[in-house]
């Protein structure tokens, strides 16, 4: 190797080694922040409290209890006082509750509730002489002996529980409801009026041309119920004691019906419970089924199953907690530092108290469930620590075996320089004695 190239090689060489050298510096300046980040979770982890779980016996408390023989009465709470009404002198104000049966009225939305509307109506047969009748078409005109006009359709599955009761009443045999035509109006109190008469007599009468005889039967509407589901409505009776009791009550939770006629009010059971509901809330259920139009092939659903929730009232007893605050001198006779007796500034005698330990099993879970959660937030923060030092970890151990591998080629870099170094100093020994000679 000639001088020339011997210097290059070693210059090439000295660069490589610096660049070597940077780079272990950078990597150490690396080592060194993952370093830092490390001691930062550590800290964090030490910093950490963990958390401890509850231990019930201290949710525990000394409960004070007594009775007057009707009602069973708690103390919740005591606070010690120095009070002085009239001729008693009172050491605590004290709070306690009771447990105490109230009628009230409640109102439910009964989602699914399936109203029908049933007509009720009397029925009537009648025979007149001296009727015309005509045909055009399926219809007939019929008039009667004082000039009187109508116009008779043929009957249809509407008019079908009529024509039932009219049969059930032996007025009429029915085998087919196209078999009677109808004619409708209302009577003089506004009640719808449906007279029937049978197809063959119309035509009988139609065919001869002449006037004759005609009977006909005959309903008026005078009243209507209604059916939820399987359940039969009545009119609200003032006469049942029951009834009445239950609808004062509703009336007085519920103002908005104190002005509902009695008329208005509608009762009925269902799961053991008697209800109370108003014509207009019904009527809006069964308008509002009407309204829809069912696409069933299958013919499962009808129009009663798309109406709207009905709000429906019922009343019963609830026990209710109840809950007073008042001046009471407490005594303790025993010495045992638990008071025996109790005297309220509401009541004339001194009653007994009756001592036990209570849990309160609801601060309790409280308490659990905060320690629970608590505890989860505190295994998340260690897991999230622990997941982070290990990348550090790794990414220290990535560096340490780059840094070893830059090491060794530090070391070979070293060992090639000496050689060209030795190479580069025997040729300048050859050169200079060259030229000596």
């Known amino acids: 190797m000639g001088m020339a190239a011997s210097q290059?090689?070693?210059?090439?060489?000295?660069?490589?080694?610096?660049?070597?050298?940077?780079?272990?510096?950078?990597?150490?300046?690396?080592?060194?922040?993952?370093?830092?980040?490390?001691?930062?979770?550590?800290?964090?982890?030490?910093n950490m409290s963990v958390?401890?779980?509850?231990?019930?016996?201290?949710?525990?408390?000394?409960?004070?209890?007594?009775?007057?023989?009707?009602?069973?009465?708690?103390?919740?709470?005591?606070?010690?006082?120095?009070?002085?009404?009239?001729?008693?002198?009172?050491?605590?104000?004290?709070?306690?509750?009771?447990?105490?049966?109230?009628?009230?009225?409640?109102?439910?939305?009964?989602?699914?509730?399936?109203?029908?509307?049933?007509?009720?109506?009397?029925?009537?047969?009648?025979?007149?002489?001296?009727?015309?009748?005509?045909?055009?078409?399926?219809n007939f005109n019929v008039t009667d002996s004082s000039g009187t006009a109508a116009i008779f359709t043929?009957?249809?599955?509407?008019?079908?529980?009529?024509?039932?009761?009219?049969?059930?009443?032996?007025?009429?045999?029915?085998?087919?409801?196209?078999?009677?035509?109808?004619?409708?109006?209302?009577?003089?109190?506004?009640?719808?009026?449906?007279?029937?008469?049978?197809?063959?007599?119309?035509?009988?009468?139609?065919?001869?041309?002449?006037?004759?005889?005609?009977?006909?039967?005959k309903t008026t509407q005078n009243d209507f119920s209604y059916k939820l589901g399987n359940a039969q409505a009545e009119r609200y009776n003032s006469a049942d004691k029951i009834q009445k009791t239950a609808l004062e009550q509703i009336r007085h939770d519920y103002p908005e019906l104190a002005t509902v006629a009695d008329?208005?009010?509608?009762?009925?059971?269902?799961?053991?419970?008697?209800?109370?509901?108003t014509t207009v809330d019904l009527e809006k259920c069964v308008n509002?089924?009407?309204?829809?139009?069912?696409?069933?092939?299958?013919?499962?659903?009808?129009?009663?199953?798309y109406q709207v929730a009905l709000p429906q009232y019922y009343a019963t007893d609830i026990e209710?907690?109840?809950?007073?605050?008042?001046?009471?001198?407490?005594?303790?006779?025993?010495?045992?530092?638990?008071?025996?007796?109790?005297?309220?500034?509401?009541?004339?005698?001194t009653l007994a108290l009756n001592s036990q330990e209570k849990a309160d099993d609801a601060a309790y879970e409280d308490a659990m469930q905060q320690y629970n959660y608590n505890i989860t937030k505190y295994e998340k923060k260690l897991a999230e620590i622990n997941a982070k030092t290990s990348l550090i970890q790794v990414e220290d151990r990535t560096l340490e075996l780059r840094l070893r591998q830059l090491d060794t080629e530090q070391k070979a870099l070293s060992t090639e320089m000496e050689a060209v170094k030795s190479v580069i100093q025997k040729n300048i020994e050859t050169t200079f004695k060259t030229f000596s000679s």
Request: with cysteine; proline share 2%.
């Open 8 to 46: 290059a090689r070693y210059l090439g060489l000295t660069a490589r080694k610096t660049n070597v050298e940077y780079e272990g510096q950078q990597i150490n300046q690396a080592r060194t922040a993952l370093a830092n980040q490390s001691a930062e979770l550590w800290n964090k982890m030490l």
């Open 51 to 138: 958390p401890i779980a509850p231990n019930k016996t201290d949710y525990v408390e000394q409960q004070y209890a007594f009775t007057d023989g009707v009602n069973e009465y708690e103390i919740d709470k005591l606070q010690q006082v120095d009070k002085e009404i009239g001729d008693e002198k009172y050491n605590y104000q004290v709070t306690y509750h009771f447990n105490q049966n109230v009628y009230k009225a409640i109102q439910e939305t009964n989602s699914n509730p399936q109203v029908q509307k049933i007509e009720k109506f009397t029925t009537d047969q009648k025979t007149e002489n001296n009727i015309s009748v005509t045909k055009q078409g399926s």
């Open 154 to 217: 043929t009957c249809d599955e509407k008019d079908l529980d009529e024509l039932k009761k009219l049969a059930q009443e032996g007025k009429i045999t029915l085998d087919n409801v196209a078999q009677f035509s109808k004619c409708e109006g209302e009577d003089d109190n506004g009640n719808k009026v449906k007279l029937f008469c049978k197809n063959t007599d119309l035509e009988a009468l139609a065919q001869s041309g002449t006037a004759g005889q005609l009977t006909y039967a």
């Open 263 to 277: 008329s208005d009010i509608w009762v009925y059971e269902r799961n053991g419970k008697m209800y109370f509901a």
């Open 288 to 305: 509002s089924g009407n309204g829809n139009q069912v696409n069933d092939k299958y013919q499962i659903s009808s129009p009663i199953d």
């Open 320 to 349: 209710e907690k109840i809950t007073q605050t008042e001046y009471a001198r407490l005594d303790d006779r025993s010495g045992t530092g638990r008071y025996q007796n109790i005297k309220l500034e509401s009541m004339d005698t």
